[in-house]
């Protein structure tokens, strides 16, 4: 590895002239010292060096101090050389490792934090040296005076014995953290999550927001975590404790960053615990170097959250392909849910609004919700949730976002994104912009039948410049027929009286009565309601048997209409006699 700065190895005076059974076996105690060291900074050190066999550590008194670091860890509390230290006074160790002045020397040899994995590896592999030479010398006394079939088996199970996991906690207790211990696991109330400010998503949860450009996703994010790290409510949720909150940019440039804040009313001494990284010189997210980046960006602000936008801009792989989010989850995501740190990913919209984010589907498999903000124009927005996997917390919001303007800037402290509040009556309050409620709502005002298919619904959505994608269109034409259904369940002749242009009438009346009837939906003799022209009557069947309605030709008088006898029709009369009593109509001679 290029970038990790190789440690010296100490060495023995007496190894250079001495035999195998005099050499000082093989160690680093650089090595050690920057692991220990690392762990005691950093919450991603100890992610890097916890696969080691606490055994792996040639100094005992490092082994100590790594046991104390993991048990500690184990139980979530802080790790730091003053907390490491009281536990090991309470242990009685303190002495036996050198004093608490000892793991301040182990702070100070720290080289880099990112480097403790590398480091882990040295202290592994000189441990499997010591364990190999300990086996060679118990084979070499064995060989002297053992069987020889028993010489061959024992050593065998000696090296393989001293190379099983290479050093690894293969046999550490400390792998076993994460067996579940079954009465504290069912005595532990899952059930009562206290959601983070916003109702979004709950402590150590994964959620996506997707929009596109126009819904101002930063905007919404950035006003969102800011309120979360200052402890003030958002969304009409309660206020909670201020959350260390670490929001990660590669999208906004620092003058759109400050204008923002200042419209939300932050600025100097109202950041709260909010940790803003700017365009960060971070390796891409997808690769192990990158999600390394990352945990130790979190561990050094101790954050909560974690905030990537946009999170196309932080990986190296193809967007279409899932290997790319595949190994952002298992080189990023995953090690920060394991750490319990919650993040927001943003994302763009693909081409089709409502098959969600672009690029892979695979996007959706790593995230326990993803949110979808959509701008209805007027300031209004819509999130809604599309995918959930624990389906807590609320799934849709409206929301407004109010903002005062001077000139070419937003005015101080004049920005923000509230709920949507209605003065009309309840049956119109689900009907916010955007929904599949106001679109249905807005297609019954236009007197689009309840019945009408696919096609006439999407030509008077683009008519009324509403925009649908096709499984929406398909959604809302099915609501409104089970609507119908569920108000005529026999579909009443009334109800379907007149279709748009290219429908075909559906069982029609023959003899419809009711000319001016209103739309369905529509509350007979309300003002400036359309009355319905009469339709034809079909001649067609109705499937049930009933045959055609045939075309009558008897000759018709002239005034009444009615049929004139056959007989007197071919003597050259248009009319029935008492029908013209002045003239009879008598033919010309």
């Not at 536990?87 to 004093?99: F, K, M, N, P």
């Not at 260390?244 to 001494?269: C, H, M």
């Not at 298992?330 to 763009?348: F, M, Q, Y």
């Not at 003899?511 to 509350?523: I, V, Y």
Request: hydrophobic share 35%; aromatic share 6%.
């Amino acid at each position: 590895m290029e970038n990790v700065r190789h440690l010296n190895h100490r060495p023995d005076p007496a190894a250079a002239d001495g035999d195998a059974f005099t050499r000082v076996p093989p160690h680093n105690l650089d090595a050690e010292q920057a692991v220990l060291g690392g762990m005691l900074l950093s919450r991603d050190g100890i992610l890097a060096a916890r696969t080691l066999n606490p055994t792996a550590f040639y100094r005992p008194a490092h082994e100590t101090i790594f046991r104390t670091i993991l048990d500690l860890h184990a139980k979530d509390e802080p790790v730091d050389p003053i907390m490491v230290a009281a536990e090991l006074v309470s242990r009685g160790d303190i002495g036996r490792v050198g004093g608490t002045a000892y793991l301040h020397v182990l702070v100070q040899a720290v080289p880099s934090v990112a480097n403790v994995g590398y480091y882990a590896d040295v202290i592994a592999e000189h441990a499997v040296r010591r364990r190999v030479i300990e086996a060679a010398v118990r084979i070499t006394q064995l060989g002297y005076d053992g069987d020889l079939d028993e010489v061959i088996t024992t050593s065998r199970k000696e090296i393989e014995t001293a190379t099983e996991g290479s050093g690894t906690t293969a046999r550490s207790s400390h792998l076993a953290d994460s067996f579940l211990a079954w009465d504290d696991f069912f005595a532990t109330d899952f059930g009562a999550v206290q959601l983070l400010p916003g109702r979004l998503m709950a402590p150590g949860q994964q959620i996506t927001i997707v929009g596109d450009g126009k819904a101002g996703k930063s905007l919404f994010t950035q006003e969102w975590l800011w309120r979360m790290a200052t402890g003030q409510s958002f969304l009409g949720d309660r206020p909670q404790p201020q959350i260390s909150v670490l929001y990660v940019d590669a999208e906004n440039g620092w003058p759109d960053v400050q204008g923002r804040f200042i419209s939300y009313g932050a600025g100097p001494g109202r950041m709260g615990m909010l940790t803003y990284a700017s365009f960060p010189p971070i390796r891409p997210l997808d690769t192990p170097g990158g999600g390394a980046d990352l945990m130790a960006m979190a561990a050094e602000v101790e954050a909560q959250v974690v905030c990537i936008d946009t999170v196309s801009r932080f990986i190296s792989g193809p967007e279409n392909e899932s290997d790319t989010w595949l190994s952002l989850y298992r080189n990023t995501l995953l090690p920060l849910k394991r750490a319990g740190i919650g993040s927001v990913r943003l994302d763009h919209l693909g081409k089709d609004s409502d098959k969600g984010a672009r690029g892979s589907s695979a996007k959706t498999q790593d995230v326990d919700h993803v949110w979808t903000l959509a701008a209805q124009g007027g300031g209004n927005l819509t999130l809604r949730r599309t995918h959930t996997r624990t389906g807590i917390g609320p799934d849709h919001f409206r929301i407004v976002r109010q903002a005062r303007r001077d000139g070419d800037t937003y005015m101080p402290g004049c920005t923000r994104h509230v709920l949507m509040t209605y003065e009309q009556d309840p049956a119109t309050q689900a009907a916010a912009p955007g929904t599949d409620e106001h679109i249905i709502a807005r297609l019954n005002d236009a007197g689009v039948p309840l019945d009408a298919g696919n096609r006439v619904v999407k030509a008077k959505l683009a008519e009324l410049q509403i925009p649908a994608g096709s499984d929406k269109v398909a959604r809302i034409v099915k609501a409104r027929q089970n609507s119908a259904a569920e108000r005529s369940p026999q579909r009443s002749p009334e109800a379907f009286q007149d279709t748009f242009p290219g429908n075909v009438p559906r069982n029609g009346s023959r003899d419809s009565k009711d000319a001016g009837q209103p739309f369905p939906g529509n509350t007979e003799g309300t003002p400036g309601t359309p009355s319905v022209p009469l339709s034809p009557p079909s001649r067609r069947g109705d499937r049930e048997g009933t045959p055609e309605e045939k075309t009558s030709t008897e000759p018709l008088c002239t005034i009444c209409t009615h049929p004139i006898q056959p007989d007197w029709a071919a003597r050259g009369y248009t009319t029935h006699l008492g029908c013209d009593p002045t003239t009879s109509s008598h033919p010309a001679a």
